[in-house]
């Protein structure tokens, strides 16, 4: 988000050195929003109010603010939907052209409580430092310091309310405006960072804040009103600002598709949504970012929101705006929960390999460099072992209770935590007294020498029902072969 107007009377003039404060010249200004004067003092009006960390109770959010770092005073609010399973985590960067803007602002408030509980992701909005005292890339630095903030978190265990509902193999990285653009640049000095346990999976981009020397056509021709959420003169008060000295727009930070940005085909991106605004004077530029992404092969999509200008979501309450802010909250809910299940469909379909497939070569060189000797572990935790191999062993417990087997010998499927039954799936969940189970036993060991059920045992744990469907099912022998899994 740039330029912001919420009172119709206010119109966003933008000079420099067209008024004083005493004897002292303004440098550079956006009426109403920000005032920097040439001895380097900056005011920046109270345009939007700032809100405490709550929400109407009926939108099922818990909110609260914690503090990142206290040298630099980086701090965010989290965002909780009510959940009964672990939810995405979205990094949430705000706008305001770098030099404004904060988490505590009320339309941002309203705006990620209401994509929290309707999207279904746990937000974390960042208050970063703001330029021109902090330029860029103190923004930047201050996205990865929170991410390795969360990393920290989350090894040591955090036992914050928040942590509880995380889904850390599911982080995604958003923003608008001035925010997406943190968002993408963040993204990149991410690369060489470590962030085990966290796995980003994508990055959501509202209306992307670039630029450049040379004008596009929405730049030059986009007819904006006075009260217009970003005009051209704003866009380029906010890059002077926010650049480092003796730079121009065709920065790297500012201008990605520029001669001195790094090829697109060469940089490690991760699958990017664009949200993009009819009316917005970036239109054609965020076009050309997608393009440009498109033809380096990395995955991308975008979506043009008809009849809308620069950050809609946030600062208009139009019925138009309001039906497009809902459009937009359900394609992100639907990016990253397409992003997710591919996550989470990945680490069954590798376990159901590992062992259903132990004769392929890939599967022998896995098992063996991680000592996956046992026919049917309890677990396969390593020490020193890659992040997908972690992230398996951490679920596969889990994960056994979606393999399905065919009985065979029965030496390998667990007879209480296996799932074996169709339709039933492990009959600990059904068992009524598990404290009392050994779950370790083997379906073998639950028939007796005339090879039938031991009906006196499973009567003692598990009722008519079950019992029928187990009574349904041949036992084991020895001459059936293998136990073998059939599905995941």
Known sequence: MATIAMDPSLSLQIGRGSNQHGAVPVKEEIQGLIKVYKNGHVERPQIVPYVTPALPPELGVTTKDFVIDNFTNVWARFYVPKSNWKLPLVVYFHGGGFCAGSAAWSCYHEF???LAAKAG?????INYRLAPENPLPAAYEDGVKCLMWLKQEALKGSSEWWSKQCNLCSVFLAGDSAG??????VTTRLNSKNLYPLTLKGTILIQPFFGGEARTNSEKNMVQSPRSALSLPASDTYWRLALP???NRDHPWCNPLGKGSAKMEEMKLLPTLVCISEMDILRDRNLEFCAALGKAGKKVEHVLYKGVGHAFQVLSKSRLSQSRTNEMIARVKAFVNRLKEQNESFLPKLEFNLLAKKQALWVR?????YKLLKEYP???????CSFVWRSLAKAWPLLHQNILWLVGDGNRIKFWT???ILEVGPLINHCLFPFLVDDSITLSEVVNAEGNWNWEYLRCFLDEDILSYIGGILTSTSLAGHDDVISS
């Open 112 to 114: 990620l409580g209401k």
């Open 378 to 384: 309890k677990d396969i935790s390593q020490s020193n």
């Open 418 to 420: 296996g799932s074996w």
């Open 180 to 185: 997406a653009n943190i968002a993408h640049n």
């Open 365 to 369: 060189v896995l098992r063996s460099k």
């Open 121 to 125: 992701c746990l937000i974390v909005s």
């Open 245 to 247: 000295c003796g730079t």
